[in-house]
């Protein structure tokens, strides 16, 4: 598949290498989201690229609490179940990374989510 020059997927692509580097440069604990149009999915990734705690709505738990799995309301569950088992490991302080993804709808409903449950980015 031939991608153009100005597609999404590229300038998503380079709004994630912009990103990921400063995290990566500044060795900080992150918060990356990422979604597709059926799910959501969060991760707490340690500066040495180890996964402390996800979250997504693949999840048994999770997918019975909802008719549909990607929308604002899966965003949120997401967001208030990451917080949670974040404190639970004594993690509050993350840098959110959000992929490259544009800060609006489901990404901003789950980082809104996350901060109103404890977590500080």
Do not use: P, W
């Amino acid at each position: 598949m031939i991608i153009s020059k100005n597609s999404k997927m590229n300038s998503r692509m380079r709004r994630l290498k912009k990103s990921r580097c400063q995290m990566k440069a500044l060795g900080v604990t992150r918060l990356v989201v990422h979604r597709t149009s059926r799910h959501i999915y969060a991760q707490i990734i340690s500066s040495e690229s180890k996964v402390l705690v996800c979250a997504s709505t693949l999840e048994n738990q999770i997918k019975s609490r909802l008719t549909y799995t990607g929308n604002k309301k899966a965003s949120e569950i997401i967001g208030e179940i990451i917080a949670k088992r974040a404190l639970l490991k004594k993690i509050s302080n993350v840098s959110f990374d959000r992929s490259g993804f544009k800060y609006h709808g489901r990404i901003k409903v789950l980082a809104d989510s996350a901060r109103n449950f404890g977590l500080k980015f």
